[in-house]
């Protein structure tokens, strides 16, 4: 099929018959490539809702015609009568996307439409420019008859050769052996991958480090089929050279799940890029697999491999768990599985031991307070912290490492601890350490943590001693300590 469409001097794409408005709607994208200002003139919403219905039709959903605009030179898009080129479609889509919120769906397509400019007309049956890992990102929504055929049906627009990947076609393969192959393909260096028969998810362990988080996304319409993010790397990253060979703003392809801010992106030990996940209750799920990060010109990224050598780096080392979803090949909505659902719901067949469990929650927990203590050095911290705590589950606490970090902020410090302490409740830490970093800081800490721990609020002497060496607030702290403890407060002459 690949060869047809490669040689083909046009490719006419078929939306279907003339109705719902379907033939107008395609008028309407055209007129609108050519005068953003057309829908002004016109009943937006009557036009708006016919644009919208085009694009929900069964052509844009499926994933074998993939293909037909995948490697083509040339292409129309055509409903009913009305036929318009694959660039004016592209162009009158960008208009559209800032009065329409456009189907998830479309923004990859519209990548492989655009991209027909860019192919060679002499070179016949190239092969494609992204890895399967990439493509899946891309597309692994897309509805299949065969669930083989979400994987199956992106090997002509790979990059890849097919038997080099072992992930030539045999449809005599169990599913979830196809799956499994896939995945140790794209996630290479990954301890183990389990699945299971007619289950469209995969749970990977593996090692790797926190690179940092998803700090902005911008996805504009003027940059159809792309998304642009800011990172915000950790420490770690900047051991591995992460900021000076990827850089803190990236653009990648439109994927599937939309990137957020507070993703956390993430290298596998032994990989060759990084990934971005996102906090799922009480694991991890893989929003973007494959970043694709490529230099320009003649620059050559350095290899990132040798650094992950450094004794430094395999210090920060840490566990992960993560659930890779290729969604099922009908038509079901699969985006609950992004929700906040914990690890049993998601994947039903998994099974583990009581002690696997507390260490696949410690690895998680780990991992979140890293991004947690990260986000908390920044100045716009809130809205990222607060995201983060929507996604952790009830099965997951913080440490008092957190805790101080937040009591140390000598600008948001109490707003951040009142955050923390509505959050998780009676799991919320508290210790000697903890108050004496507070007593050193200032009086709106200790009295937020006066009136919610009354009497039981652990006092001693070295917290008083870290009140007294307090040049800017220490009277002011232990007077707020004498009148919460009266006489039990512990006063020496140290």
Same mark, same amino acid.
């Given at each position: 099929?690949?060869?047809?469409?490669?040689?083909?001097?046009?490719?006419?794409?078929?939306?279907?018959?003339?109705?719902?408005?379907?033939?107008?709607?395609?008028?309407?994208?055209?007129?609108?490539?050519?005068?953003?200002?057309?829908?002004?003139?016109?009943?937006?919403?009557?036009?708006?809702?016919?644009?919208?219905?085009?694009?929900?039709?069964?052509?844009?959903?499926?994933?074998?015609?993939?293909?037909?605009?995948?490697?083509?030179?040339?292409?129309?898009?055509?409903?009913?009568?009305?036929?318009?080129?694959?660039?004016?479609?592209?162009?009158?889509?960008?208009?559209?996307?800032?009065?329409?919120?456009?189907?998830?769906?479309?923004?990859?397509?519209?990548?492989?439409?655009?991209?027909?400019?860019?192919?060679?007309?002499?070179?016949?049956?190239?092969?494609?420019?992204?890895?399967?890992?990439?493509?899946?990102?891309?597309?692994?929504?897309?509805?299949?008859?065969?669930?083989?055929?979400?994987?199956?049906?992106?090997?002509?627009?790979?990059?890849?050769?097919?038997?080099?990947?072992?992930?030539?076609?045999?449809?005599?393969?169990?599913?979830?052996?196809?799956?499994?192959?896939?995945?140790?393909?794209?996630?290479?260096?990954?301890?183990?991958?389990?699945?299971?028969?007619?289950?469209?998810?995969?749970?990977?362990?593996?090692?790797?480090?926190?690179?940092?988080?998803? &700090?902005?996304?911008?996805?504009?319409?003027?940059?159809?089929?792309?998304?642009?993010?800011?990172?915000?790397?950790?420490?770690?990253?900047?051991?591995?050279?992460?900021?000076?060979?990827?850089?803190?703003?990236?653009?990648?392809?439109?994927?599937?799940?939309?990137?957020?801010?507070?993703?956390?992106?993430?290298?596998?030990?032994?990989?060759?890029?990084?990934?971005?996940?996102?906090?799922?209750?009480?694991?991890?799920?893989?929003?973007?697999?494959?970043?694709?990060?490529?230099?320009?010109?003649?620059?050559?990224?350095?290899?990132?491999?040798?650094?992950?050598?450094?004794?430094?780096?395999?210090?920060?080392?840490?566990?992960?768990?993560?659930?890779?979803?290729?969604?099922?090949? &009908?038509?079901?909505?699969?985006?609950?599985?992004?929700?906040?659902?914990?690890?049993?719901?998601?994947?039903?067949?998994?099974?583990?031991?009581?002690?696997?469990?507390?260490?696949?929650?410690?690895?998680?927990?780990?991992?979140?307070?890293?991004?947690?203590?990260?986000?908390?050095?920044?100045?716009?911290?809130?809205?990222?912290?607060?995201?983060?705590?929507?996604?952790?589950?009830?099965?997951?606490?913080?440490?008092?490492?957190?805790?101080?970090?937040?009591?140390?902020?000598?600008?948001?410090?109490?707003?951040?601890?009142?955050?923390?302490?509505?959050?998780?409740?009676?799991?919320?830490?508290?210790?000697?350490?903890?108050?004496?970093?507070?007593?050193?800081?200032?009086?709106?800490?200790?009295?937020?943590?006066?009136?919610?721990?009354?009497?039981?609020?652990?006092?001693?002497?070295?917290?008083?001693?870290?009140?007294?060496?307090?040049?800017?607030?220490?009277?002011?702290?232990?007077?707020?300590?004498?009148?919460?403890?009266?006489?039990?407060?512990?006063?020496?002459?140290?």
């Amino acid at each position: 099929m690949r060869a047809i469409y490669a040689h083909a001097d046009r490719v006419i794409v078929w939306l279907g018959e003339a109705i719902e408005d379907g033939d107008k709607a395609l008028k309407t994208i055209h007129r609108l490539a050519e005068d953003q200002t057309y829908l002004q003139a016109q009943s937006a919403k009557t036009s708006n809702n016919a644009c919208l219905k085009l694009l929900q039709r069964e052509w844009f959903q499926r994933i074998w015609v993939l293909q037909e605009v995948g490697v083509a030179r040339c292409i129309s898009m055509m409903c009913g009568s009305v036929q318009i080129n694959g660039h004016v479609f592209c162009e009158g889509l960008g208009t559209l996307g800032y009065s329409l919120n456009l189907p998830r769906t479309i923004h990859p397509v519209v990548h492989l439409i655009k991209g027909a400019l860019f192919r060679s007309s002499y070179e016949i049956d190239p092969r494609g420019t992204h890895t399967i890992g990439e493509l899946l990102d891309m597309y692994h929504n897309h509805h299949a008859t065969v669930m083989h055929d979400k994987v199956y049906a992106l090997l002509g627009l790979s990059v890849e050769d097919p038997d080099s990947i072992d992930l030539k076609p045999n449809y005599r393969l169990p599913w979830n052996d196809v799956l499994k192959n896939t995945a140790i393909h794209v996630f290479p260096g990954v301890c183990s991958v389990e699945t299971w028969p007619e289950v469209p998810v995969a749970v990977i362990k593996g090692r790797g480090w926190i690179l940092g988080y998803v &700090d902005s996304v911008e996805e504009s319409p003027s940059n159809y089929g792309y998304q642009r993010i800011n990172v915000n790397y950790s420490n770690t990253a900047r051991l591995l050279g992460g900021k000076d060979i990827w850089g803190t703003r990236w653009t990648l392809q439109a994927s599937a799940e939309s990137i957020r801010e507070g993703n956390i992106v993430y290298l596998l030990q032994g990989a060759p890029s990084p990934l971005i996940i996102e906090l799922c209750n009480d694991h991890f799920t893989v929003i973007v697999s494959t970043v694709p990060l490529r230099p320009g010109g003649n620059i050559k990224f350095p290899d990132i491999m040798p650094v992950q050598q450094n004794f430094l780096i395999q210090d920060s080392i840490s566990d992960i768990y993560m659930t890779w979803k290729i969604s099922s090949a &009908d038509k079901e909505n699969n985006c609950g599985l992004r929700y906040q659902r914990e690890l049993i719901s998601v994947v039903p067949h998994y099974q583990e031991k009581a002690s696997e469990k507390a260490k696949r929650l410690h690895s998680v927990s780990l991992i979140v307070e890293a991004t947690i203590i990260q986000i908390l050095e920044e100045e716009d911290w809130e809205d990222q912290l607060r995201y983060v705590l929507q996604q952790c589950g009830e099965s997951l606490s913080i440490s008092e490492n957190v805790v101080k970090v937040a009591a140390a902020n000598q600008k948001n410090g109490s707003k951040i601890i009142q955050q923390l302490r509505e959050h998780f409740g009676d799991s919320f830490p508290i210790s000697e350490n903890v108050v004496k970093v507070a007593a050193a800081n200032n009086p709106e800490i200790i009295q937020q943590l006066c009136e919610h721990f009354g009497k039981s609020l652990p006092i001693s002497e070295n917290v008083v001693k870290a009140a007294a060496a307090n040049n800017w607030y220490g009277s002011r702290i232990i007077q707020q300590l004498r009148e919460h403890f009266g006489e039990s407060l512990p006063i020496s002459e140290n």
